[in-house]
């Protein structure tokens, strides 16, 4: 007989709990929004972003941290893959970074202080 | 020994609307703190001179009374007293509670408490804040480990006991240096400083442990031989005395030299010299010692729990002294010229703490209260009845 | 076109493998990236003789540039640069009137208390403030002889006519002159030191100090210069001349 250690029965059944529990939620949030279906964007400017697209969907917050935290200590500034560079092919902050971010519910607080277009 | 210690009833309404008045503080408390987070520090009166307002008062002096109130426990274990020895589980107790209401103001008067954590992430080795931050954590870890042999591991109660001492020293005077480091500040900026705040430490945390064991004793019905009350009282004489020693040679050196003595006339006779006449001179030294040292009210146990309050509010007094007049008192960035500025460069900072301030500081004493009064409900901190040892005699006036 | 997009793709993707590679190493690649130069040590040097004591020009450039706010509230205005009047107590010396900043000190005292590194100094001695990183304790302010820090007591806009090209202010973080961090790496000179010359003073000098063939080394060389509180050893890079 496999004896399963007790923690780890629970931390299963939590895991567990949590993916049922995760769609409905899902669910819940976006009927409450009208949401549905993929978020419409704004259509970028440029040809091309500095990261394929899909790298650019999942893992911008980190580029972005990363960025700031060399720019900030270390001075290393690219024009590329600046702010305001991505400004210039999104220029809308509602039209853009908002309309994933409510859909997802996220409040990033970098524009409390940079500067990016409404 | 140990059948001698049992928690009190906590049943009483008294004891429920302290309950609850300590509970109420605490809310506002949460209620100011959350009021200055969302709007920001402009709805305090801090300034860009007087960074460190009121609630940095009420932190540090729990902090500081903190390990004070440990010192009850040290007697017993350390300095061998065998006659305090029933009131080391109250001591170490009480040391935990008010440097959780006193951690819990600090780092909710940061400007950006929802960053707390960064502290964990990032550290900086060479700031005298990092190190607090291991010295108040170790301490709670070393204070929870010397109630654990008391209660349990009688036979490591002198290591663990003799390590909590070591540390409340240490404690004491990272807090002290926090200020006594800062080389741009001549007000605090002195050796001395550590010492004093131990000093002062010492004093106030003897004579909170005066007053709730008098006042718990009471109101529970136990019984407590005066003899204890009086003992506890030399302990305050002598600390308070040693606070007098520490204060009286640091401004006696400040005011021999010609480069330091502007700033030891200001404390004497600037803007801020009835909180240092006033609050550290009078209320917490002299009168307290007066009390004491006459036979009336020294020998009685109101006149000796009145002092005890004169002490704290000296305490408290201290703290305000060295926070506000050392950061009031105006840079001389250019010496031998009169300096002005937009900036208020050269003149005295104002300051006069607004009331959000002050119920966060109250929130932060509740919270060491609620802890208090719920710690000996629930645990056997206290025995049933002090006694004092036969042949026992303490000075008295 | 294509071929456009994909030579942009492709330099996305090597900066994208880079990211994960090792950090910091992707960016050599690009050509447009500027990096603070450990071998510089960027300085000032302030001639007290040349400042008009009727010239707020530095001060009001500083504001423009940096979106400094004004709340109105003397005791909470943020100052990075301010122009002080010192008049000789004795009355032996003629009175005098200076910009005082961040002295960006060599051993800065701000730095060492800091408890999260937020406060630090730059490879090139600029120290600077990371306001990602601040938690509002102040324990810097206390710390500085100098006066040079202010918190941020009210939450800021930005001004009319202020630059979108440097943040606006969370409220509850310490902050102070920069040597205008974003125009130095831009190649070009603090915005105080600019305006000053514009007026025609020319009382502020910035150079890097370790090159022994700029104008500020060779100053400091060749005439008197003090710093602020030299007594405290916190070997400040702003000097002062004729002080």
Redo the contacts between chains.
């Keep these: 007989m496999v004896r399963y250690p007790p923690l780890r029965v629970i931390q299963v059944l939590l895991v567990a709990l949590l993916m049922c529990a995760a769609p409905l939620a899902v669910q819940a949030e976006m009927g409450h929004n009208h949401q549905s279906g993929p978020v419409k964007l704004q259509k970028p400017k440029g040809t091309a972003c500095v990261l394929p697209e899909e790298q650019m969907r999942r893992t911008h917050m980190d580029y972005l941290k990363h960025k700031r935290a060399v720019t900030v200590r270390e001075g290393v500034r690219v024009r590329d893959e600046s702010l305001k560079n991505c400004i210039s092919c999104h220029p809308s902050k509602k039209k853009f970074c908002e309309q994933c971010h409510k859909y997802v519910g996220v409040k990033p607080d970098c524009f409390e202080c940079h500067n990016y277009p409404d | 020994m140990i059948d001698n210690y049992r928690a009190i009833e906590g049943n009483s309404s008294s004891y429920f609307s302290l309950l609850a008045l300590f509970g109420t503080f605490v809310a506002i408390g949460a209620g100011a703190f959350f009021y200055i987070e969302h709007n920001?520090?402009?709805v305090t009166n801090?300034?860009?001179?007087v960074?460190?307002g009121l609630p940095h008062v009420f932190a540090i002096s729990l902090l500081v009374m903190a390990s004070g109130a440990l010192n009850l426990a040290s007697m017993a274990t350390v300095f061998g007293a065998k006659h305090y020895k029933q009131f080391r589980r109250f001591s170490a107790f009480l040391a935990i509670a008010l440097l959780a209401g006193g951690l819990a103001v600090l780092v909710l008067d940061?400007?950006?408490?929802d960053?707390?954590l960064?502290?964990m992430?990032?550290?900086?080795f060479?700031?005298?804040?990092?190190w607090n931050?291991f010295l108040y954590s170790g301490f709670i870890v070393m204070c929870f480990l010397y109630l654990w042999t008391m209660m349990q591991h009688e036979r490591f109660v002198k290591l663990a006991g003799s390590a909590a001492f070591g540390f409340r020293l240490i404690l004491t005077t990272g807090t002290g240096s926090?200020f006594g480091v800062?080389?741009?500040?001549d007000m605090f900026h002195s050796a001395i400083t550590a010492p004093t705040f131990i000093a002062v430490s010492l004093s106030a945390g003897t004579a909170l442990s005066l007053i709730l064991l008098v006042v718990t004793f009471r109101s529970t019905g136990r019984e407590m031989d005066i003899k204890l009350v009086h003992g506890l009282r030399n302990m305050l004489v002598f600390f308070t005395l040693l606070v007098a020693y520490l204060i009286v040679v640091e401004k006696f050196t400040s005011l021999y030299a010609p480069n330091t003595d502007d700033v030891a006339h200001y404390v004497l006779g600037g803007a801020h010299k009835m909180l240092y006449w006033g609050g550290v001179v009078v209320i917490g030294v002299l009168l307290p010692l007066l009390v004491l040292f006459m036979p009336a009210s020294g020998n009685s146990v109101g006149g000796i729990v009145f002092a005890s309050i004169c002490s704290i509010a000296g305490e408290m007094a201290f703290i305000a002294h060295v926070l506000f007049a050392g950061?009031a008192y105006p840079?001389d960035?250019?010496p031998?010229?009169?300096?002005?500025?937009?900036?208020?460069?050269g003149s005295v900072?104002?300051y006069w703490p607004s009331l959000v301030e002050l119920l966060l500081g109250l929130g932060g004493m509740a919270i060491t209260g609620l802890i208090y009064i719920l710690g000996i409900k629930f645990f056997r901190l206290l025995p049933k009845k002090a006694v004092a040892p036969e042949g026992w005699a303490p000075w008295s006036p | 076109m294509t071929m456009d997009r994909r030579s942009v793709l492709g330099l996305g993707g090597a900066a994208a493998a880079g990211v994960m590679l090792a950090p910091g190493l992707h960016l050599i690649a690009a050509p447009n990236k500027t990096e603070a130069d450990g071998n510089k040590r960027w300085a000032m040097l302030i001639d007290v003789n040349k400042c008009a004591s009727d010239c707020t020009a530095c001060t009001s450039a500083c504001r423009t540039e940096n979106n400094v706010p004004m709340f109105g509230d003397p005791t909470r205005d943020i100052h990075w640069i301010r122009k002080v009047e010192l008049k000789d107590k004795s009355g032996r010396r003629p009175s005098v009137s200076l910009p005082v900043l961040c002295n960006h000190c060599e051993e800065p005292p701000c730095v060492h208390v800091c408890p999260t590194e937020a406060s630090f100094v730059r490879k090139d001695g600029i120290v600077l403030v990371d306001k990602h990183r601040c938690i509002g304790c102040r324990y810097c302010m206390i710390a500085c002889p100098y006066k040079a820090r202010s918190l941020v007591y009210h939450k800021t806009k930005l001004p009319e006519g202020g630059n979108p090209d440097v943040p606006i202010r969370g409220s509850g973080v310490v902050e102070k002159c920069t040597f205008c961090v974003h125009r130095v790496d831009d190649g070009k000179l603090p915005a105080c030191v600019e305006a000053c010359n514009r007026e025609g003073h020319g009382a502020m000098l910035f150079g890097d100090l370790n090159d022994p063939e700029s104008e500020i080394a060779k100053r400091i060389k060749s005439v008197p210069t003090t710093t602020v509180r030299k007594d405290l050893g916190l070997e400040p890079h702003v000097h002062y001349q004729g002080l």
């Design positions: 920001g520090h402009g801090m300034t860009n001179q960074v460190w940061l400007g950006r408490p960053r707390m960064l502290t992430i990032h550290m900086n060479k700031s005298m804040f990092t931050v926090i800062i080389a741009a500040r950061q840079f960035m250019f031998g010229y009169e300096i002005t500025s937009v900036f208020l460069d900072g104002v």
